[in-house]
């Protein structure tokens, strides 16, 4: 096995602007220079191209066009899922009773008291506000009140539950949140 020397990968990612095509990744991702993460994604995408330098199956001075496809797709891999992590963790705090977005009026309607002898999902199902959220919301938007709020799950446990897309499940998250959000201005 030959040794690899991380240098001569550096010295090819500097020649011949060939750091263009982590910066391609990058707006074809979408994320742009005011982006918080944006520098950690070129520092990505640099250790990445060096990554995959290493791994090219050829000869990459020969067959470099080849090689930038390869390192292309890596990096485009790589930050996607970086994405996806960023985006879920987002997704998993806008719930989370530790966002201070969410206002006060919500944390105490949906906190449940564990030291109560009463069953917490009869605690809720008794709470005028979930009762008045759960009656306005469609079928769809129950199933995630329930699962999220109820059985804790993330947005791809419910997905796969009733075999729908993340995305769906999003878009009945946006909508509880929103009917939530007119239950507690109806009574104000």
Not at 5 to 29: N, T
Not at 125 to 130: A, E, H
């Amino acid at each position: 096995m030959q040794h690899f020397d991380p240098k001569i990968a550096f010295d090819f990612l500097a020649i011949d602007d060939h750091e263009r095509v982590i910066f391609g990744v990058i707006k074809r991702l979408g994320v742009n220079k005011q982006h918080h993460y944006y520098d950690d994604f070129v520092q990505e995408g640099r250790l990445i191209f060096i990554s995959a330098y290493e791994k090219f199956p050829g000869n990459v001075t020969v067959e470099e066009e080849k090689f930038m496809v390869f390192a292309y797709q890596r990096i485009y891999w790589h930050l996607l899922d970086l994405l996806r992590r960023q985006s879920q963790q987002i997704s998993h705090h806008e719930f989370s009773l530790d966002n201070e977005l969410i206002p006060t009026e919500i944390k105490e309607a949906i906190t449940l008291d564990p030291t109560s002898k009463v069953n917490q999902i009869d605690q809720l199902v008794n709470d005028d506000f979930f009762i008045r959220l759960f009656t306005s919301c469609s079928t769809n938007e129950r199933r995630f009140l329930l699962d999220a709020v109820l059985k804790q799950k993330t947005n791809i446990e419910i997905a796969r539950h009733y075999q729908v897309s993340k995305q769906a499940v999003s878009k009945w998250k946006r909508q509880v949140q929103r009917k939530a959000q007119e239950v507690i201005e109806d009574q104000t």
